[in-house]
T-cell receptor, first 111, second 114 residues
């Protein structure tokens, strides 16, 4: 089955700096890669996703890049703010029509 | 007010007892999912259902059971066969099946087995 690895597990950045989270996947048939944000005590919510027919997608301060050949994708957050502090999960779809999630990255933005 | 509702929010049970977690959605979504969240392990799929009266095992189905008798409901039973049931359980739904649509999560149920 699909295996999704996510790094780093924790990330501390200074407010205003950039944050990058990387994920690798194993199933070359995967074609959908979403990112979810879970604030403390709240439910995960989709923040951005990318499909295999594009290499990059941006939405204001967040962007996702995909390298299908290397089977990895990354989340980039620029100009980080305190409200970006949360746990971020990457995911990839797999055979059987299901999503497999990475282990999560706890991001702390220090003021 | 549309959404996905889980209950109870907190649940304590004695070892050896079965427990059922409720998940209801009024979004008219076809697909529903149960995930387990443990610290540092991300979200692991327990069971999922793409249509009424049908469901499939996820990656960690042992010790769990589900039913999908109605489109809006997908209850999860944690049985006594689950060796480490203490965890945070998240239910989710998506408009379409296939693993390529946005998941909408409930607020979760925290189960503690004493």
């Amino acid at each position: 089955g699909e295996n999704v690895e996510q790094h780093p597990s924790t990330l501390s950045v200074q407010e205003g700096d950039s944050a990058v989270i990387k994920c690798t996947y194993s199933d070359s048939a995967s074609n959908y890669f979403p990112w979810y944000k879970q604030e403390l005590g709240k439910r995960p919510q989709l923040i951005i996703d990318i499909r295999s027919n594009v290499g990059e997608k941006k939405d204001q301060r967040i962007a996702v890049t995909l390298n299908k050949t290397a089977k990895h994708f990354s989340l980039h957050i620029t100009e980080t703010q305190p409200e970006d502090s949360a746990v971020y999960f990457c995911a990839a779809n797999a055979a059987g029509n299901k999503l497999t999630f990475g282990g999560g990255t706890r991001v702390l933005v220090k003021p | 007010d549309g959404g996905i509702t889980q209950s109870p929010k907190y649940l304590f049970r004695k070892e050896g007892q079965n427990v059922t977690l409720s998940c209801e959605q009024n979004l008219n979504h076809d697909a529903m999912y149960w995930y387990r969240q443990d610290p540092g392990q991300g979200l692991r799929l327990i069971y999922y259902s793409q249509i009424v009266n049908d469901f499939q095992k996820g990656d960690i189905a042992e010790g769990y059971s589900v039913s999908r008798e109605k489109k809006e409901s997908f209850p999860l039973t944690v049985t006594s066969a689950q060796k480490n049931p203490t965890a945070f359980y998240l239910c989710a739904s998506s408009l379409v099946a296939g693993g390529t649509g946005e998941l909408f999560f409930g607020e979760g149920s925290r189960l503690t087995v004493l």
